[in-house]
């Protein structure tokens, strides 16, 4: 139910309750990295990147392999001109899941 309602809030650009609603999941499974990726995506779309950042950092360290927190985490880089950082995560990317960029719609 608390997933289902943050999820509902990411979808209504919601992002201060659904930051809320995840925070309050993450006390329940503090091992379960699904709630900090999407805190940490909430906290990217308002611009709180020293926020999204962290829960991005936490997701990685509790699942290496989870392309979507590298994915996000090295496109917050770029966004706040960390350019070296945001290669280095895009290229973790590749190399866990080599087709997973070409999914990914690029604006031109």
Aim: net charge negative; hydrophobic share 45%; proline share 5%.
């Amino acid at each position: 139910m608390l997933l289902d309602s943050a999820g509902a809030c990411v979808r209504e650009g919601r992002s201060l309750q659904s930051i809320a609603l995840f925070s309050e999941l993450i006390g329940l499974a503090p091992q379960d990295p699904t709630a900090y990726l999407n805190r940490g995506s909430s906290y990217l779309q308002i611009g709180q990147f020293e926020l999204g950042l962290a829960d991005l950092d936490h997701v990685i360290r509790l699942k290496p392999d989870a392309t979507e927190a590298w994915y996000n985490r090295g496109t917050a880089f770029i966004a706040i001109h960390q350019y070296d950082r945001g290669i280095a995560d895009l290229s973790e990317v590749i190399r866990l899941s080599p087709t997973a960029l070409a999914l990914i719609p690029i604006a031109v």
